[in-house]
């Protein structure tokens, strides 16, 4: 079983709908990052969360520590948003420190 | 500032030869990762550096990788000899504090072929 588990693994969404894309990780972890990998293979850091709620524009991370989980939401999808997201889960145990990966969730937001 | 700038975009090598990685982090960012993308095993860490130190090695999947960090502007990663599962983008990413802090900008990634 990965330690980083997203889901859905594939997201077909329509323009304007409200998307939730879901990161629970079975590690105790220092932060959580979400990223978004383009179609053409760039990979963009949207946010570094270690407690709380985060927005920048139309995206809001959300992590609740006890329940080792995150959300990322999109509000207002659009086409432009078609892309992998990606969490990773950082940790820190004494001086060693692991960044694990989930497998990503591919969205798709159509027309 | 141009962002994180990796080199060669693409490389194609025969198994057996070496193959040297190329990163220009964001000025004054004082850490620098390299990661590797593949489609079985998606994104991993490889290394990470501070102030041009090592930090973190554990990713590195072998003795055949190396990465260096000569100075603040400037990282190698280099496989030697390179084998057909080395085959992944490659990715270099800068930030100014680390995977705990803050977040992380990537380059382009570089496509690596051996056949």
């Known amino acids: 079983k990965n330690e980083v588990e997203q889901s859905p693994q594939n997201l077909t969404a329509q323009e304007g709908e409200f998307i939730t894309i879901n990161c629970s990780y079975s590690?105790?972890?220092?932060?959580l990052h979400w990223l978004q990998q383009h179609p053409g293979g760039g990979i963009v850091s949207l946010f570094m969360?270690?407690?709380g709620k985060k927005k920048h524009g139309r995206l809001i991370a959300t992590i609740n520590i006890q329940e080792k989980h995150s959300s990322l939401h999109i509000t207002a999808s659009h086409p432009r948003d078609s892309a992998v997201y990606i969490c990773?889960?950082?940790?820190?145990?004494?001086?060693?420190?692991?960044?694990?990966f989930g497998t990503g969730t591919r969205l798709q937001v159509t027309l | 500032d141009a962002g994180v700038i990796q080199s060669p975009r693409h490389e194609v090598t025969e198994m057996g030869q070496e193959v040297t990685l190329r990163c220009k982090p964001i000025?004054?960012?004082?850490?620098l990762f390299w990661y590797r993308q593949t489609m079985m095993r998606g994104l991993e860490l490889l290394i990470y550096?501070?102030?041009?130190?090592?930090?973190?090695d554990s990713g590195m999947p072998e003795d055949r990788f190396s990465a260096k960090m000569p100075n603040a502007s400037f990282s190698t990663l280099k496989i030697q000899p390179s084998e057909p599962r080395d085959s992944a983008v490659y990715f270099c990413?800068?930030?100014?504090?680390?995977?705990?802090?803050?977040?992380?900008?990537f380059g382009q990634g570089t496509r690596l072929t051996v056949v």
């Open positions: 990413a800068s930030s100014l504090r680390g995977l705990w802090a803050g977040e992380a900008f």
């Open positions: 590690v105790g972890i220092s932060a």
């Open positions: 969360l270690s407690s």
């Open positions: 990773a889960a950082f940790g820190r145990a004494g001086t060693a420190s692991k960044l694990t």
């Open positions: 000025s004054g960012h004082d850490y």
């Open positions: 550096f501070n102030n041009n130190v090592p930090i973190d």
